[in-house]
């Protein structure tokens, strides 16, 4: 399913030439063994991007790449390593030059943009590698001590059920609300 | 041979029946043996996972994949299942069972102490009259050998003891009961109920779904203090379960032995007295065989496990399972349809919020078939339906990253309002379960083998299920989603039916007062007695019937019938 993703992409790429020169006889495949310390490195960067530090700390911290790595590993999300290695493959075709690793910044953003338009779905959909990285990314930090209780309210023990409130300007959402606890695989 | 301990009544599973069923009997002066095949679970000591914030669990609640496919790949389907409950649900590999892939049912279980009564829907209705009437009037099924009078006063006490929250609406279709308090419906729910009434002229509503939650405190135990984590075990004893209710009332009369980790096998069958005279159980731990005996054996395995311990006590005399001379043990097996719904945005309602987490929905009664026939199909259906305002989990599958992204999400998201059948199947001969030819789980029993299909009348509900769903939330907002497919067969975990009721022994199990028309002192009141399905949720009936069947049996003993 990751797989007929990425290759819809590639070949969209390839139209235009860009990725004209990986379609080739005869180029060695580059090797596709996941890296550990590589793609946590790899997520580390991604989760700064997608949930960057504000008045509350962002997801590029190690802790939420190495949980996204391993839930990964263990297939959640229909996930595996591979989707770490199909994703930087993608990123590397996103952005001019030496590929995602190397790029300025500004470039590396634009390209995990132009990746985040396509993530429109949930449960059942095709999920392209940057759609599952980037649901185990905010899984990770919604989950963590600082995104559920600083960036937003965690209650554990509620007390009371109050139906209609008005919202205020300025408080935050419940990570703990009755919609974030039905729990998708 | 004989026992080592003497009881005046067995009962066999500690779940929302055999709870209740050891409450009644110890206190109306019986000693009973309650014997539960799990393991024990504590109340409050053991919900180990109750106070645990997600950051603290390895995978943060979603649980680890692997795992769930290697050892829990049918109870991770359910609703309830995550890292926090796993722990209260079967290893699917432990206690494997046989199905047709053609036909897949999805067997959740709960092997504990408690049963499922730790990790239920906690939603309770009564049935209406109409229900008990249903298979007379339209022919499907047997009679019930009962009406909704007769359940009526034991609907009482049952409410009475557990307490239940509900709104009173003076319907027929969805008789009120005894409510202790109710929870209050949102903004969008209560809009939505206005617009219903309209655009059907009165004939439509909906209220909140009514549930086995406490709004004050009671006899000792605490009211809900809406964290929505029941299925991990509540310390405030703010749901129904046997630990929070039935289990301390029975323990309280000092005549109730409870052992646990101890399974079942078979009920040994007296053909000289026609009555059950032991109940043989398999310590799991130790693998030791002992026979237990007593003057009247409850049967609250649960609907499967029951019809299970019938077949496996087949005996020269009965050759066809034990109390099966009608031949139609195991048939006529149901499980409630669902499946069909449908999804609407509810724009209007951006400057409202809420704090808490109520632990139930809201119920569209039955608006089909209601006063006279107004349908292709037999019977009916209900919705049930919550109004949900978007968290961070809608942000996982949608565009959007950065920090104007990150700070938007402070906002609570935006509304939405769902409603999803829950209909009622027919009794149907072919859909049944029996054991398994070959196969035996951890324990060394038998598998259990299950045959079930939705048919015709149901596949049509469906159909007018959705079409219905549709038109109705679409009075809130654009449609965001709808089907009308079925959910597999055990999807509702209401699965009932396979030893069933009735007034003729040569076409149900069971009389009017529970008990075996074969085998005077056995009686059965979990979901295997049930004659139909109707389309509420099933456990309050469960838990009248068994109150009812233990006043009955009280007669019978006293009388010196049994």
Request: charged residues 25%; proline residues 5%.
């Amino acid at each position: 399913m990751i797989g007929a993703q990425y290759l819809t992409r590639r070949s969209l790429l390839a139209s235009s030439g860009v990725a004209a020169a990986l379609l080739l006889p005869g180029c060695a495949p580059e090797s596709s063994e996941p890296d550990e310390t590589k793609s946590v490195a790899l997520i580390m960067m991604l989760a700064d991007i997608a949930i960057p530090t504000t008045d509350t700390l962002g997801a590029g911290g190690a802790e939420t790449a190495k949980w996204v790595y391993q839930s990964l590993a263990r297939g959640m999300r229909d996930g595996s390593l591979d989707t770490i290695v199909a994703l930087e493959k993608e990123l590397d075709l996103a952005v001019p030059g030496k590929g995602f690793r190397r790029a300025p910044k500004p470039h590396q953003v634009a390209a995990l943009e132009s990746l985040d338009r396509f993530v429109n779905g949930g449960k059942g959909a095709v999920l392209s590698p940057w759609a599952t990285v980037k649901s185990l990314i905010f899984r990770a930090y919604y989950t963590s001590e600082v995104g559920a209780s600083q960036e937003l309210r965690y209650e554990l023990v509620p007390g009371r059920f109050d139906a209609d409130l008005p919202v205020k300007p300025g408080d935050r959402a419940w990570s703990t609300d009755a919609n974030a606890r039905n729990l998708d695989r | 041979m004989s026992g080592e301990l003497q009881f005046d009544a067995i009962v066999v599973g500690s779940g929302i029946t055999g709870g209740w069923a050891a409450k009644e009997l110890t206190e109306r002066g019986f000693r009973v043996l309650l014997i539960e095949r799990g393991r024990h679970i504590e109340h409050q000591t053991d919900y180990e996972t109750e106070m645990v914030p997600p950051w603290e669990l390895p995978f943060r609640g979603y649980g680890d994949p692997q795992l769930w496919k290697e050892q829990y790949p049918v109870q991770s389907e359910g609703r309830y299942f995550d890292e926090w409950t796993y722990k209260h649900f079967v290893n699917d590999r432990d206690h494997p069972y046989e199905m047709d892939e053609t036909r897949p049912f999805l067997w959740k279980r709960s092997y504990q102490l408690g049963g499922k009564s730790l990790v239920w829907g906690r939603q309770t209705y009564r049935w209406s009259p109409q229900d008990f009437e249903a298979n007379a009037k339209d022919g499907h099924g047997v009679d019930w050998p009962i009406r909704y009078d007769d359940l009526a006063p034991w609907y009482d006490h049952v409410e009475k003891f557990i307490g239940v929250q509900g709104a009173h609406e003076g319907l027929d279709v969805l008789p009120d009961g005894q409510f202790l308090g109710q929870f209050d419906l949102t903004a969008p729910e209560i809009a939505f109920r206005d617009r219903l009434k309209k655009a059907y002229s009165g004939r439509r509503t909906l209220t909140v779904a009514r549930s086995a939650h406490l709004t004050a405190e009671k006899e000792g135990r605490g009211k809900c203090q809406f964290r929505m984590i029941c299925a991990r075990g509540c310390s405030y004893g703010a749901y129904f379960s046997t630990q929070s209710a039935t289990l301390p009332a029975a323990q309280k009369t000092g005549r109730l032995t409870l052992i646990t980790d101890s399974v079942v096998e078979s009920l040994q069958y007296d053909p000289a007295t026609r009555k059950i005279s032991g109940v043989r159980v398999l310590d799991i731990r130790s693998k030791k065989k002992t026979v237990y005996s007593s003057r009247v054996v409850f049967l609250c395995a649960s609907t499967i496990d029951t019809i299970g311990v019938m077949f496996r006590s087949a005996s020269a005399e009965m050759p066809n399972g034990l109390g099966n001379s009608s031949g139609v043990l195991g048939h006529y097996f149901m499980d409630h349809v669902a499946g069909a719904g449908a999804s609407a945005m509810a724009p209007e309602f951006a400057a409202h919020t809420t704090f808490g987490n109520r632990p139930t929905p809201f119920i569209v009664p039955r608006f089909r078939n209601v006063a006279e026939k107004d349908t292709n199909f037999d019977r009916g259906y209900v919705f049930f339906g919550s109004a949900t305002q978007r968290s961070w989990r809608s942000a996982e599958t949608a565009p959007g990253i950065g920090a104007e992204a990150k700070t938007m999400r402070h906002a609570p998201g935006s509304w939405g309002i769902g409603i999803n059948i829950l209909g009622e199947a027919l009794p149907r001969s072919e859909n049944r379960v029996l054991l398994a030819k070959n196969g035996v789980d951890r324990d060394g029993l038998p598998q259990m083998r299950i045959e079930y299909s939705h048919g015709e009348n149901e596949k049509k509900m469906l159909a007018d299920a959705e079409r219905e769903a549709k038109a109705m939330v679409g009075l809130m907002g654009p449609l965001v989603y709808s089907s009308g497919k079925a959910a597999p067969g055990g999807s509702t975990v209401h699965e009932m039916g396979g030893a069933r009721m009735g007034k003729d022994p040569r076409t149900s199990v069971l009389n009017g007062r529970n008990q075996a028309h074969d085998i005077a002192n056995l009686f059965i009141t979990d979901g295997a007695c049930m004659s139909s399905s109707a389309s509420v949720n099933p456990s309050l009936t469960y838990m009248a019937l068994t109150a009812r069947a233990c006043a009955a049996a009280e007669d019978l003993m006293k009388a010196g019938a049994l």
